[in-house]
């Protein structure tokens, strides 16, 4: 995983300097110049894609007894993006950062890693239905040399992978069966974590209206995201259309979760924008502007959150150490 990791950065740094080399970087800096402080009505803005994602998290573990309300879980969704973001890490570390205050919250490792295995696969689903949104705007107004036929193709086998995983762990033995698979290189390891874990998810995969409405919150989230867009576009100058907005995001969002690899997506979203652009008739320049704004929003909302996780992680240290009488 490391290896791959460190791979996937050097990819995405390697493709991030050369867009920087053949573009003009004074143009972009002059254009988030004249943006100014417009730019910072970005991260409020990003509240209420956490607010989303946190009331779907809740809807998923309700039922159960724990701790974590929805301000802890707001509070928790913004420091799993931050990790995901900021953190050179691949795009499933803030997931494990997520199980673990989950737990600070009386919430059991099974079903805080049940909980987050779902809103994986929720997420991949959401993202693939907005994708398919923005696959359809850019081809109705686009003369592409790609077929529909191809690309809808290529959609729905993107679409079947999510599907058939979700099937698959809802059998409710996934786990069990991996766990004896892996049990002679894994010594010492309970077992019956991996069975609780294939009850959890069982269960939390059964219960279709929880399951739908939290995809749905999931879905409008992401669409919020292109309000994002569209605004820094309107602060740059560019007369924007929400339809462009909504294209550049979900086939950004697609990028980054087929190369979830590369931490943060360096490079990765600056290419898909600067690509996307040129057929909108966004230059390179304001097309890498947006990006930067939008990286400027993920440092703006993820550093205090990463922040205050590590201070209460040092806080917890603490407080064990004194219990243990060091």
């Not at 920087?20 to 110049?33: E, I, P, Y």
């Not at 990790?83 to 199980?99: A, K, N, Q, T, Y």
């Not at 602060?235 to 294209?247: K, M, R, V, Y």
């Amino acid at each position: 995983m490391r290896t791959a990791t460190f791979v996937g950065g050097l990819i995405g740094l390697a493709l991030l300097v050369a867009l920087a080399v053949h573009a003009d970087l004074a143009a972009m800096v002059h254009t988030l110049r004249a943006a100014g402080a417009g730019l910072l009505l970005l991260p409020p803005w990003r509240l209420l894609f956490f607010l989303l994602y946190a009331l779907g998290w809740r809807t998923l573990l309700s039922g159960s007894p724990h701790r974590a309300g929805t301000a802890y879980l707001l509070w928790a969704t913004a420091v799993r993006e931050a990790g995901d973001r900021l953190l050179p890490l691949p795009s499933v570390g803030g997931s494990l950062i997520g199980i673990r205050v989950l737990r600070w919250r009386g919430v059991s490792g099974a079903l805080a890693a049940a909980s987050i295995i779902t809103e994986i696969l929720l997420t991949l689903i959401a993202s693939w239905l907005f994708t398919g949104i923005g696959l359809y705007l850019l081809f109705a107004g686009q003369a592409l040399p790609w077929s529909t036929a191809r690309v809808a193709l290529l959609f729905a086998v993107a679409v079947s992978i999510p599907l058939i995983t979700f099937l698959t762990l809802r059998s409710g033995s996934v786990f069990s069966r991996l766990e004896r698979r892996l049990r002679p290189w894994l010594a010492g390891f309970a077992g019956d974590a991996a069975v609780r874990l294939d009850q959890e998810l069982g269960v939390m995969l059964r219960r279709t209206g929880r399951l739908l409405f939290a995809q749905n919150l999931q879905l409008i989230a992401l669409l919020s995201g292109s309000l994002e867009v569209w605004l820094a576009l309107r602060l740059f100058g560019h007369a924007a259309t929400l339809t462009d907005a909504l294209i550049l995001e979900s086939l950004t969002q697609a990028a980054r979760t087929v190369a979830f690899m590369v931490p943060a997506s360096i490079g990765v979203q600056e290419a898909v924008l600067v690509v996307l652009g040129h057929s909108l008739g966004i230059g390179p320049e304001l097309a890498l502007a947006v990006s930067m704004a939008k990286r400027l929003r993920e440092v703006i909302c993820g550093v205090p959150a990463l922040l205050s996780w590590q201070y209460l992680e040092g806080r917890r240290a603490r407080t064990t150490l004194s219990a243990s009488g060091g």
